[in-house]
């Protein structure tokens, strides 16, 4: 087992007291923080290979901290805390660059499983912004244009059109989006992708520069550069 050098952004002086016994007698490096301003300190000054975040804390809250890392270059695999267990809250930690989610109270063993996992992932290789065709996304302004027309995404929206992009003519089924763009815990009509996907073709319209998201029977979507027939489905 490989030992990490691990963030803990906990306001709950307890919870954070076991969380760092724990990882340490697991021969893990620990810094703890309780609140926002502490654990930006710890990130200013030393390289960390994952980041647990609290949601709700004394000086913000752990959503905004990672949308900062996110936007600054930081991509170590973040994994939020929370006690709420709304599918809400779940969305918006993905959908502000967080990795994984673990509601509280929780077992320390699944903790630890997760780190493991995070940290074999590592951090995400995201460059600045991604294009294909004349489109262009910028994960950490949040930002997705057509030349020079902003197409004003939610963050869902957001979060499917850069699943498509950085897998640009891939077919992608409908699985591989539901776990990666929605989370493994969505249980709702799995056709609320269709939805999303209409919305995204409405988005980029008919330029003749943009890409297109065809609809491959039978199978998914894929995103398709080059727009050789009309988009279908």
Not at 203 to 229: H, K, N, Q
Request: with cysteine; aromatic share 8%; charged share 30%.
């Amino acid at each position: 087992m490989r030992l990490m050098k691990i963030l803990v952004l906990e306001d709950d002086q307890r919870l954070r007291s076991v969380v760092a016994r724990g990882l340490h007698r697991s021969g893990h490096t620990v810094d703890v923080a309780g609140t926002v301003e502490e654990a930006r300190w710890f990130l200013c000054e030393t390289k960390h290979d994952v980041l647990v975040f609290d949601v709700m804390l004394p000086d913000g809250d752990g959503f905004t901290l990672c949308r900062e890392l996110r936007a600054a270059g930081n991509w170590s695999p973040v994994l939020m805390l929370t006690a709420r267990d709304a599918v809400t809250d779940r969305v918006r930690g993905l959908d502000v660059g967080a990795d994984d989610y673990l509601v509280k109270p929780f077992a320390f063993a699944e903790l630890e499983a997760r780190l493991r996992a995070l940290d074999r992932r590592g951090p995400s290789d995201r460059p600045t912004s991604v294009v294909v065709g004349e489109l262009e996304l910028d994960p950490a302004a949040h930002r997705a244009t057509v030349g020079l027309r902003d197409l004003g995404l939610t963050g869902r929206q957001f979060s499917l059109l850069e699943f498509f992009m950085r897998r640009a003519d891939q077919v992608l089924s409908r699985t591989q989006i539901l776990d990666q763009v929605w989370d493994w815990a969505f249980d709702g009509d799995p056709r609320i992708i269709d939805v999303y996907v209409r919305s995204l073709r409405q988005a980029l319209g008919s330029d003749p520069g943009a890409p297109w998201i065809e609809t491959v029977r039978g199978v998914g979507y894929a995103l398709r550069a080059v727009r050789t027939s009309r988009p279908r489905g």
